[in-house]
């Protein structure tokens, strides 16, 4: 029997993840070096030590929290803000997997914003201690460029 403890334990270890993936921002910019490095570490340290963060074709693959942290360090946006929605997680045992539907407002260095939506995948391991993730995947399924357009931002796909 799936205990409700577990999926809640996932659904606390996302928040956590999304919540300091956007700390790496600050005011709508890139954080200092120091405060980067520092929230990197943090991002890195609840998955498994061979744990895998694959951002797809675009942001690329990272194994084990060395890795991880270091992907972290060099951000391929000036600004994002993650939502994760409608969350399916299956538990099994000491083992769990998920979905995650992705939605981020987010600004290339050049200053176009976008907004991403895609999924995430991701894996689980429970351990005595913590529940950790043992991988994320992400898929991209569009962007969309946003253009100022007055009291609103109207958005196109580039899909």
Partial sequence: MVSAES?????DLKARYG???DQRFSRGRLVDPDTLA???GQVAGPFTADGIWDGGPALGRAVGRDEIAARLREPTVSYARHF???PRVVVDGEVATARWEVLSPCRTPDGTSYWMTGYEDDE???TEQARLHRSMKLTTVFMARCRPGGPRYSCESDR
Avoid: R
Wanted: proline residues 0%.
């Fill in 7 to 11: 999926v809640l334990a996932i659904h």
């Fill in 19 to 21: 919540e300091l993936v």
């Fill in 38 to 40: 520092a929230v990197a």
């Fill in 84 to 86: 994760f929605l409608n």
């Fill in 124 to 126: 689980y391991a429970f």
